[in-house]
């Protein structure tokens, strides 16, 4: 056996480490050490605006200390809120538009259609909702003309607590139900054609084979769409800072946005800490149960 | 006399989204060429009648807004370079071969991508102010390689998981040692996922926010989503034109690569929901 294929024999037994070594060391440097980083922070109570020396071990006093403040418990209401509302609508919508593409009418012509209900998905939220707040202007916005026009007086959008959230939630829907239509369109073509038009043939109708047939072939994917949906609304901040900053009166305020002003704004960085492990804890917690609620139901039926 | 109904019920339906999905961007990019006195008009100008290109100029001259495109452009394909090269070569890592604590490593990555960005945020804070990463780039650009990561490395172990193991088996008989398998095998089939993968990392760092919001302070190293959204507080009266100006710069190229390479970004974001 020559001696150059004994060599890269040694070398082969190398080649997984080789290949994962840069992903593992960045997940590890960048990712679990800033996490367990981010643990011990949570323990401190460490300020900003205090010298070092101030930073001491107190233990679970910022857990406590946050859940007991009324803001938070508000924020967390609001954000569960939001992302309930908003992702029925998103998958409704997003299901809405994936039929009509999927509609033999109109043939390939409606692939222009397509890139351009794509658009809004690839813009930067803070862009969308910065567009969205020129509609929602309050005196010259297209918006509020239609509202007077249609005889009620004009609405302070970012002013009043219902008007927030709704813009809050119509600019998510409007961002986000492009990527609900893109997976389900993805979905909808894993639908053998030939069990559909069987149905039709049947008698059936178009909403029956809908739901009797087509709806339940496609339940693992609206399940997926709806836990990668609710793990991002959870998230929610962007568009919250750009619309309404948490006003009026900290009622659009979300958990996001609550962790960051905790930490950046009031300077506290042991409770932003410990706000944002309680925040990453519901968003496991809660996205987890919701992708295994509908597994099962998908398997039960 | 059904396909009429049908047809008309598409059209539609087709008609009120376009509508819902369009007005904003449409509204957007009509109000960056208004003249001031027509944007402040009742009833609003539905149709532009007079252009003038005064709001790019306010925009370009009032932000250092050449200098931002650049830096979101520089952050942005940093960003997308490394995570890329990093991800090619651990994807293939992950998919190609088993070893202990592989699962842990699959498992972290999915676990992370859960992980709200604010968690990370506080510790980097903390750590970049005793590196001196704090107000840097290179600092955004580690973050958002960061951000990145979990999901290219979906794509990547998806795209590798794709191809049939008898071309590795094949080049086994050939003699090929296992970096010759990854170059000579891998790499030109996977070349369609690098371009999927690129365009979601590109587009995902050049649209993000709330890292940069946090990590840097100075004028001259904000990324453009950052300092559109800070054009309220900089001028006086509220800079309508100058906000449409600025939302149709920072969309140009996003609409570019959506328009030019929709099908990868379709399959990116389908294999990334459905893999992942």
Not at chain 1, 278 to 297: D, E, M
Not at chain 2, 42 to 49: K, T
Not at chain 2, 155 to 172: K, Q, R, V, W
Request: charged letters at 15%; one cysteine or more.
């Amino acid at each position: 056996m020559p001696a150059s294929s004994r060599l890269s024999g040694r070398m082969d037994r190398w080649a997984p480490i080789v290949f994962v070594a840069p992903t593992v060391i960045v997940i590890t440097l960048l990712m679990i050490i800033p996490f367990i980083y981010s643990v011990y922070l949570s323990t401190l109570s460490y300020k900003l605006m205090l010298p070092a020396k101030m930073i001491h071990f107190v233990g679970l006093d910022n857990f406590s200390a946050i859940w007991k403040q009324p803001a938070f418990r508000k924020a967390i209401r609001w954000t569960f809120e939001f992302a309930a509302v908003a992702v029925i609508i998103q998958v409704t919508t997003g299901m809405a538009m994936a039929l009509v593409l999927n509609n033999k009418a109109f043939g390939t012509k409606k692939n222009v259609f397509k890139s351009l209900f794509i658009m809004p998905l690839m813009l930067a939220p803070i862009v969308s909702a910065k567009m969205w707040s020129l509609l929602f202007q309050v005196i010259y916005g297209p918006i509020n003309y239609v509202v007077t026009l249609l005889g009620y007086s004009k609405i302070s959008w970012s002013g009043e607590v219902l008007p927030a959230k709704l813009s809050i939630l119509l600019v998510d829907i409007w961002q986000a139900s492009p990527f609900c239509m893109l997976i389900l369109l993805a979905a909808l073509k894993t639908v053998p054609k030939e069990m559909t038009e069987a149905a039709m043939m049947d008698g059936a109708g178009p909403v029956h084979t809908f739901f009797r047939i087509t709806l339940p072939l496609i339940r693992n994917f609206i399940a997926l769409v709806v836990s990668i949906r609710i793990m991002d609304a959870l998230r929610v901040f962007d568009s919250v800072v750009a619309l309404t900053n948490g006003a009026p009166g900290g009622a659009t305020e979300t958990l996001a946005t609550m962790t960051y002003k905790t930490a950046f704004r009031y300077a506290d960085i042991g409770a932003g800490s410990a706000g944002s492990i309680l925040y990453f804890l519901f968003i496991v917690v809660f996205s987890l149960c919701s992708f295994i609620l509908l597994q099962r139901k998908a398997v039960t039926s | 006399m059904k396909r009429h109904v049908n047809r008309l019920i598409v059209a539609a339906f087709l008609s009120v989204f376009t509508f819902f999905f369009m007005f904003p961007i449409y509204w957007t990019l009509t109000t960056s060429i208004k003249p001031k006195e027509a944007i402040i008009k009742l009833p609003p100008e539905w149709f532009p009648v007079h252009f003038t290109l005064t709001n790019y100029a306010d925009v370009f001259t009032q932000n250092h807004l050449l200098r931002i495109f650049f830096n979101s452009l520089f952050v942005a394909s940093a960003t997308t370079v490394i995570t890329v090269a990093i991800t090619a070569l651990g994807g293939y890592g992950f998919s190609r071969f088993r070893f202990r604590g592989r699962s842990f490593w699959v498992y972290t990555t999915i676990i992370v991508r859960m992980i709200p960005g604010l968690l990370f945020i506080i510790p980097y804070y903390v750590m970049f102010q005793k590196v001196g990463l704090l107000d840097k780039l290179s600092g955004l650009v580690i973050v958002n390689v960061t951000a990145a990561l979990p999901l290219a490395i979906y794509l990547f172990m998806g795209f590798y998981n794709e191809m049939p193991s008898e071309i590795f088996e094949s080049a086994t008989m050939d003699g090929c040692s296992e970096y010759g398998k990854f170059a000579k095998v891998a790499l030109p089939l996977v070349t369609p996922g690098i371009v999927v993968t690129s365009i979601l990392v590109f587009i995902g760092a050049w649209n993000e926010f709330s890292l940069s919001l946090i990590l840097t302070f100075s004028d001259d190293k904000k990324l453009l989503p950052l300092a559109i959204s800070s054009l309220i507080e900089v001028q006086k009266d509220t800079p309508l034109g100058t906000i449409a100006a600025a939302g149709t710069i920072a969309m140009i190229p996003t609409v570019i690569l959506s328009l030019t390479t929709q099908k990868y970004i379709v399959e990116g974001f389908t294999a990334g929901a459905v893999k992942g």
